[in-house]
């Protein structure tokens, strides 16, 4: 008998050897060998089969292969293997290939055998696919082979197949149910190996491990949920894990802290603003549901209100069990956070994301974070109706009389070393000198407009010694009870006195008010305070007001507290009796929730401004694009009222221009015939006619440069001067419109922006051209007796030949003769047009000129035209912009306000908050 670990083992020859022998083996098989044979049918393949153990023993490998051929029973496929093994060992890595791959078995052991030294050979013959495809078969076929898994896990491991060794980890934990397995896959995990594989991937492992161990199951899922964090699979994690904790009906009895922690993160990051409302509706919900079931006490206050503040915002999308656990939840905790810091954190968000979308947070806004963060002083706002001596009252707390009128516009005076004063407004924290407070107090023309509040620091010794800072209210009218200053400030009280006049205490408008007072801020303690005491006339009556006082109050306000004031006491000994009043009524110990409850609430105005700020934002989009294509319309007109204006001056001067030198011309071409006719008398009788045509002629040229010079340029440089200061006049009249034009513009933007100086240097230009071309006749001299007429021709012919031996009286009248009937039409119009060259250039250069002159405003208009072009093109964008995703604003908002009323819900826990959400 035979097992197959000896067959393995190649050991199987040891069935045939005594257990004590000492006996060769290879002699006593031999033996066997020679007994078999005598038989008549003689059976030798396990003999055969025990020979080639022996050899392969001994590293005769081909002995043993030769014995192993002769194996024809139930031990052929196992032969088969072992001569596999044997054309292995000699590397004959083909062959042996080869022999594996044909032998045929049922047997799961022998199948295992041959695939692990395939995955071997393989390896050896560097045919690493064929390795991974060979040890992916035989963990199929025998996963239970301790030795399977490892090989497999190792080669994986070795070739970073990390998918398949993921895939190895997970089926063999699941199919043993091994903490072990378990372990590795997680060690996979948080190596970072698994982040690029699908998360459903997982699932199943999860659900089995749940089943088997849930602290483990619990850290098994934080390890894939922090490999999945930062990934592009982290939504689909986070959506398929939650739909897995919902199919294992998990309860809140499951506390898993590991999870609670990230359930919070991811909820945080999910609401920070980055993603749409509409996307979180399908993801908060059931992250929320699974949060608040599975959160130890350490994070249930977190997850209890973010269930109850998103409930708050979308009702539809929880359940209400999801809804009453966490009521059942947060009604047993304490308040045990920084509420403060929570709350200055989301103003700091938001006031980041207002700046980088071109919002704004309000300074007054700012200011009042600021003062809420002072947590030494307590705040005491003091209100009432008009004339009830409000201003007096605290004028004698203050020690000083600071204004002669009641206050217009809210103030806090606190205590500060110097005296300094500082208007707040949405916009800005103006420092307001002594001279100009009284009138931006006091003045009426302040009531109604944006809101402002006036801080007024001082040295006051009774601010300073009761931690206190006081908060004037301009009066109310009887008449007309406007709250409104009081309501924007009334959330920054920590108490409030109401001054009520002695004549008529608390008045029906005053119980108004009062009710009014306490709607808004549930939680301000309230007191009274019945001035002008002094008018009563003895003590007894003074008590029966009082008492009627107090049963007006007491069925509206039971705990209020009435001070008895008047002017005829001791100023000294009063308020030390205020004093203690103020001290055991309204100055109350410090409350962290009901500093946070204040701070709150004005994050939700901030919150509640920033959306009118955006429909503001859009209305001012669309008017300033039609205030621009507006100014644009007029820039267009303007610059095509300079070019026709333009065109115009140039003309026009041109023309002037034109018609002097036309008028020079017409002078030089009349006068210059009769000039040179004239010009007989320079012969003589006894002139050298052999060249007497060659100095008349440069006599005549002296003559007409003569004329041209002492009579032409004088009147032409007065001309020219009469042009100049006529083109002064039209570039004038030209700039005066001009400027009236920049002016217009300047009034629509509101600044000297535009300027539109054109350039008068051009008639200086001018008249330097002017001087130079009027200054000299720069001109050659012209052909007069020297062209080729046929009687000029003939007479200087009869000058060179007979000018010494001709009869030169008969010369002399024929030169005479020739110069007075001659035609010098041709010879003037020729010398006029060179005379007049230079202004003929002149002339054209006049256009350009009168371009250059309005080049600036051209040039001012165009820049203008552009820098409008640019804003309407910025703005429409914008404009399309927020109205295509209006979400892009509205979302982040909305979940700002998520985050708030969260915040709110967590202070609704403090057992000493009263206030009613």
Partial sequence: MYNETMLIEKTYYKTFIDKDSTANPMLVISEYVLQEQDQDIPELSNLRYAQGELYYLFKDYEAAIFKWEQVTNELEPWAKKNMADAYFSVELHSTAEEIYKSIQSDSITLNTEVGLQLFTLYIKMQKLNSADQTIKKVVRLNPDDDQVTSLARTFFEEQMDWESAVELAMNEAMRTESVEWYNILQSYIEDGVTKHLDPTHFYPALRKLYEINDKRFEELAAALWHSYKGEASYLKWVQGFNDLLQDLEITERNAYPALAVLYKDAYFGFIN?????????????????????????????????????????????????????????????????????????????????????????????????????????????????????????????????????????????????????????????????????????????????????????????????????????????????????????????????????????????????????????????????????????????????????????????????????????????????????????????????????????????????????????????????????????????????????????????????????????????SALPKILQASKDLLVEDSDYRKIHIELNEKMNKRVQEYLETTVLPKYFYSMQEWIREADIEFKESQNFLTEMADGFNAIYQDDRVKMECDFRVLDDWRRDSNRMTSGVQMDSVNILLRHTPQQLLLKSAGVLFGSIANKSLMYNKYTNLIETQDYTEVAEVIADKFLLQFEMFEKSITRDVAMFFSNPKEMLNTLIADTNTLIEKSNLQLEKMRAKPEMYRDPLKLFELRLRQYEWMVLTDREFQAVS
């Fill in 273 to 669: 603003g980055d993603k749409s409302v509409k996307s979180l509706k399908t993801i908060v919900p059931s992250l929320l549901r699974n949060w608040v079931r599975i959160t130890d006490r350490s994070h249930a206050l977190l997850a209890s209100s973010s269930v109850l503040a998103w409930n708050d915002h979308f009702p539809s999308t929880l359940s209400n069990e999801d809804v009453g656990i966490a009521e059942h939840i947060l009604s047993g905790l304490t308040y045990d956070r920084d509420g403060l810091e929570d709350g200055i954190r989301l103003f700091e968000t938001i006031d980041k994301w207002a700046m980088e979308n071109n919002l704004a947070v309000s300074e007054r806004h700012k200011w009042i974070m600021d003062e809420l963060l002072d947590l030494n002083v307590q705040r005491l706002m003091i209100a009432g109706t008009s004339g009830n001596g409000k201003s007096s009252l605290i004028h004698s707390l203050l020690g000083e009389e600071l204004f002669d009128q009641p206050t217009a516009t809210a103030v806090m005076y606190k205590y500060g070393e110097e005296e300094s004063i500082n208007e707040v407004s949405d916009t800005s924290i103006i420092p307001l000198d002594h001279d100009e407070v009284e009138e931006r107090i006091t003045s009426r023309s302040w009531m109604g407009g944006p809101p402002r509040i006036v801080d007024y620091r001082l040295p006051s010794v009774f601010l300073k010694e009761n931690g206190i800072a006081i908060i004037d209210t301009p009066g109310f009218s009887i008449a007309n009870s406007k709250t409104q200053e009081v309501r924007r400030y009334l959330h920054m009280a920590d108490s409030l006195l109401f001054v009520l006049d002695v004549n008529d205490p608390f008045s029906q408008k005053e119980r108004e008010i009062a009710l009014m007072i306490q709607e808004q801020a549930p939680d301000l303690p309230i007191h009274f305070l019945l001035n002008k005491m002094d008018l009563v006339h003895n003590d007894q009556e003074a008590i029966r007001i009082v008492d009627e006082a107090w049963k007006k109050i007491n069925p509206y306000l039971p705990n209020a507290k009435i001070f008895a004031h008047s002017a005829r006491y001791k100023g000294a000994a009063q308020l030390m009796d205020f004093t203690e009043f103020l001290q055991a009524n309204l100055v109350q110990p410090y409350k962290e929730s009901q500093r946070t409850m204040k701070l709150l609430h004005y994050v939700r105005e901030t919150i509640s401004s920033l959306l009118d700020q955006r429909l503001e934002r859009e209305e001012e989009l669309v008017d300033s694009i039609h205030q621009n294509e507006d100014l644009l319309s007029k820039l267009k007109g303007a610059l095509n009222q300079l070019d026709d204006l333009e065109k115009e001056k140039a003309a026009g001067l041109r023309k002037s221009f034109k018609t002097r030198k036309d008028d020079i011309r017409n002078d030089v071409v």
